[in-house]
């Protein structure tokens, strides 16, 4: 079946809402197995926020998660596929920081330091990321961009999520894994 994207919002909400886990590798990885997911695309934008945004809750965050759900929707659908290679900005990372700043109310002309905690997450993950170099991989950046958010989360905010060993089991699919150069490759 074909799926637009707005077709792939509404399942990946629907998806999203029905977990329990604090855990957002859980969540993302329970999706990415979905038709509705490809191996690449700019679905992942708003899965992998939505994934973190649900643990965030599940886990005693304090959020309205269907206002940041729908707020989380319209900013991501704004965000081009292949960012990564064309804008130098993964995202997956972008759609985590968007989720920060929606829970901590931040904008442009906010100067407390959910704002440059904003900056500080972000900038942390596409350090690592640009140490591992490409080419793109949405699995590999959602891992990274979802398990640098529980570690961040819980250091600045006292938000304790689950993160356990992280293992991609979508190699296969991917023609351009890295393999070995992976933090999450096993074969």
Known sequence: ??????????LIKEEVLKSKSKNPIEIVKSI????????????????????FLVA???????????????MLSERTLKMPGAMCGFWGICGSTTAVGAVLSIIHETGPLTSNDYYKDN??????????MSE???PRCCKRNAFLSLSYAVEFVEKKYGIKMILDDI?????????????????????
């Open 32 to 51: 990415m197995h979905k038709d509705f997911i490809n191996i690449h695309g700019p679905e992942h934008h708003f899965l992998d926020g939505a994934s």
């Open 56 to 70: 965030y809750k599940n886990a005693g965050g304090k959020v309205d998660v269907n206002q940041a759900i729908d």
């Open 167 to 187: 293992s991609c089991e979508f190699s296969s699919w991917n023609k351009q894994c890295i393999g070995k150069k992976c933090p999450f490759y096993r074969n």
């Open 1 to 10: 079946m074909e799926y637009t994207l707005d077709d792939k919002y509404k």
């Open 132 to 134: 591992i170099g490409g």
């Open 119 to 128: 900056m500080e997450f972000t900038s942390s993950v596409i350090k690592r």
